[in-house]
């Protein structure tokens, strides 16, 4: 079955404490992206990847990193999280070519920071 | 650039009545469009896509949207709306080039009402 799955679906952590929310799809998809989704902000873009070893950033970057060593991973780091990264998460991949391609979503990654 | 704009943050409808979700685009190349449905607890979905073919676009569950470049808009409408369409709806826009990154509304929660 074709799918962009992501650990842990929840995680409740503290301030500072270094975590990794993991991203991996089985569709050999170049593009990977996250996402998160906050209450009257809809979806904004963090990371986006066009391929292997190639990473940018989107529209909120900040105190977020990733990295793409494998075409079908791409984790999403927060190396010293604070309670405004408090969201929702999601990771989606599609194929490359045209913008006419569909995202796949993972279920998504509820986090919170107290 | 490309921007969407979704009007209404919340839309509610009776059982049985018409569904609109509106969308209007901007952007400096031809686009591609997508509606994107979030069932709670879930991540997103493909629901229905315009890719320059025809301007009529039909989905799953009975969606359809329509095309009107002439109003930059790419409106949702399902005739007859049940209990189970009620989510959280997202248009994006991509392009070509640099515009290949999708962009997404803000997202309208539709809410059915026996």
């Known amino acids: 079955e074709a799918q962009v799955t992501q650990n842990p679906r929840y995680l409740i952590t503290v301030t500072g404490k270094k975590l990794t929310v993991t991203c991996s799809q089985n569709?050999?998809?170049?593009?990977m992206s996250w996402y998160r989704q906050d209450p009257g902000l809809g979806l904004r873009q963090i990371y986006y990847?066009?391929?292997?070893?190639?990473?940018d950033k989107g529209d909120v970057p900040e105190g977020y990193k990733v990295s793409r060593k494998e075409k079908r991973n791409f984790p999403l780091i927060l190396e010293s999280p604070s309670p405004n990264q408090t969201s929702l998460y999601f990771c989606?991949?599609?194929?490359?070519?045209?913008?006419?391609?569909?995202?796949?979503f993972g279920p998504g990654t509820r986090l919170t920071v107290t | 650039a490309q921007s969407v704009t979704q009007l209404g943050s919340h839309v509610s409808v009776s059982e049985g009545a018409l569904v609109l979700l509106r969308c209007n685009y901007s952007s400096s190349v031809p686009p591609y469009l997508f509606w994107y449905v979030q069932y709670p607890n879930q991540g997103l979905q493909l629901l229905l896509k315009y890719t320059s073919a025809a301007t009529l676009v039909k989905g799953i569950n009975g969606f359809e949207a329509e095309f009107k470049k002439s109003e930059t808009s790419f409106h949702l409408t399902k005739p007859s709306a049940h209990m189970s369409d009620a989510a959280e709806y997202f248009c994006?826009?991509?392009?070509?080039?640099?515009?290949?990154?999708?962009?997404f509304g803000r997202g309208t929660s539709l809410i059915v009402h026996p």
């Open positions: 990847s066009m391929n292997v070893e190639v990473t």
């Open positions: 994006a826009v991509s392009g070509s080039g640099g515009s290949y990154i999708p962009t």
């Open positions: 569709m050999n998809h170049e593009y």
């Open positions: 989606a991949s599609r194929n490359t070519g045209t913008g006419g391609y569909e995202q796949y």
